[in-house]
Each structure stands twice: as structure tokens, then as C-alpha cells.
């Protein structure tokens, strides 16, 4: 959750003609990590808890992603994306701890 507030404060820095593709899709990618994971905890059911996580992890990427879209094309600096990404990496090994634990679990 705190990824997600730290992207919506970023994302509000962002030049106006990205408001409808960039910063619209790292925010959705973003609010996807903490959802999927609520929904996937959500289930009885262990196969669809860890589909949900592979989700988020998937997001997780993808906000990455689109942070390094923004580094190459100016509109956030370096060491912003590096602080940030540090975030995504300690989220996304949580996840796969959540991940590996589950699939180990009777």
C-alpha cells in the first residue's frame, strides 16, 4: 500500500499529456500489486491464492517497468526510480516467500 501512495504522488509530477496513458497505467499497474493479493487471500482455495500472487507479482514488474519508460524519457530522474524500485524489489520478494511458502504447504 505504500507503493501505491508513493506512485500517486509521483505520477501527480508528471506532465499533463501523460494523464491518459503513463501515468494512468502505472497507476492501475500499481493498485493491481495490494488487489490482487487481497483477492487471492480471499479464496479457500490454495491454487487460486497463488494464481492471484503470480498476478501480483506480474504487476509489480510491470510497475517497473513503466517507472524505467519514465527515467528513459525524462519525466522522472534516476534516483527516484532507484528508491522506488527498491520498494517493487522487497515487495516482489515478499510475494515469492508468500508464493514459495504456499506451494510447500499441505
Request: charged share 25%; with cysteine; proline share 3%.
Amino acid at each position: 500500500m505504500e507503493l501505491v501512495k508513493d506512485i500517486y504522488s509521483l505520477t501527480k509530477k508528471y506532465p499533463g499529456d501523460e494523464k491518459y496513458s503513463l501515468v494512468d497505467q502505472t497507476k492501475r499497474a500499481a493498485v493491481s500489486m495490494p488487489c490482487n493479493i487481497a483477492e487471492g487471500m480471499g479464496r479457500n482455495h490454495k491454487k487460486d491464492t497463488i494464481q492471484f500472487l503470480h498476478i501480483s507479482r506480474g504487476s509489480a514488474y510491470e510497475v517497473e517497468t513503466l517507472l524505467n519508460v519514465a527515467v528513459l524519457t525524462n519525466i522522472i530522474d534516476e534516483e527516484i526510480f532507484l528508491t522506488i524500485s527498491s520498494k517493487i524489489e522487497r515487495n516482489i520478494k515478499m510475494i515469492n516467500g508468500l508464493i514459495n511458502y504456499l506451494e510447500q504447504k499441505p
